[in-house]
């Protein structure tokens, strides 16, 4: 999911819209060119006048529509955000001083929420309503994203029933109940101390960025993988199976 949404985690190009993961169905999603609009702020219009006007001074916010390609689906997604002019090597809507310049987007906001981790059927519901609080909030407030993408994980772990209070009855802290987990999955236990550790930084507002939430979003990503994707669990137990077999079952048939 990471490279699918980098791409908007800066501004970009009006011309280089990345194709959006559809939430309902992971298919591209692009703008509805009919439904998208562009609103120059109050001040950017009146400096237009200005006699040192330059075209970088141009900005202001945009609002529109991404369409799901699937016609089997049809979801739409509203994107809000701001737009500023940029220089471009491609698009040339606009001449400046014989620069090519165009719109420059930047999102703030999606709804629905586009999904910064691909669902897999056996995430349990109040761990994905979790990561679809942290999906709302990856682009308007990443510190709170990544505080909701720790709150998942702290739901995760009462999932697999580690031990939530202490001997005195106060919450343990969620280091200690990764720690625990580690008997259970080593490798699944590190990917979430992982984003366990972005989520301190963000709590403690040392300016956690929208590719921070998408970094740590793609490790929790793999470590749902991990647990709940069906395949690579069956190609474990097979070779669980065969080790122990040592050999192919139809190998030892045929003995
Ligand atoms: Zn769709």
């Not at 609103?39 to 009146?46: A, G, I, L, M, P």
């Not at 906001?109 to 691909?118: A, D, K, R, W």
């Not at 109940?177 to 989520?199: C, I, M, P, S, Y």
């Amino acid at each position: 999911m990471l490279n699918k949404l980098l791409s908007l985690a800066d501004w970009f190009a009006a011309s280089a819209w990345p194709l959006l993961p559809c939430p309902d169905c992971s298919s591209g999603m692009s703008v509805d060119r009919r439904n998208f609009s562009d609103v120059e702020t109050f001040e950017s219009e009146v400096n237009h006048d200005h006699p040192d006007f330059e075209a970088d001074w141009v900005h202001g916010h945009f609002h529109g529509v991404v369409n799901c390609g699937n016609s089997q689906c049809g979801t739409r997604v509203i994107v809000i955000g701001d737009f500023k002019l940029g220089v471009s090597d491609y698009g040339q809507e606009i001449e400046w001083h014989g620069e090519c310049w165009s719109h420059h987007y930047k999102v703030r906001y999606t709804h629905p929420p586009i999904l910064i981790i691909n669902r897999i059927d056996g995430i349990p519901d109040d761990v994905w309503e979790l990561v679809r609080d942290a999906s709302r909030l990856t682009w308007v407030d990443p510190a709170a994203a990544l505080g909701r993408l720790r709150s998942a994980i702290e739901a995760l772990m009462n999932n697999f029933k580690i031990k939530k209070l202490n001997a005195k009855r106060n919450p343990r802290p969620l280091h200690d109940r990764l720690v625990d987990f580690k008997k259970k999955n080593t490798e699944v236990a590190d990917l979430l101390l992982a984003v366990k550790w972005a989520g301190n930084d963000g709590a403690h507002g040392s300016g956690a960025t929208t590719a921070d939430v998408l970094e740590s979003a793609e490790l929790m990503e793999h470590a749902f993988k991990l647990l709940y994707d069906k395949d690579p669990l069956l190609l474990r137990r097979r070779a669980t199976a065969i080790n122990k077999a040592r050999g192919l079952p139809r190998t030892r048939q045929s003995k």
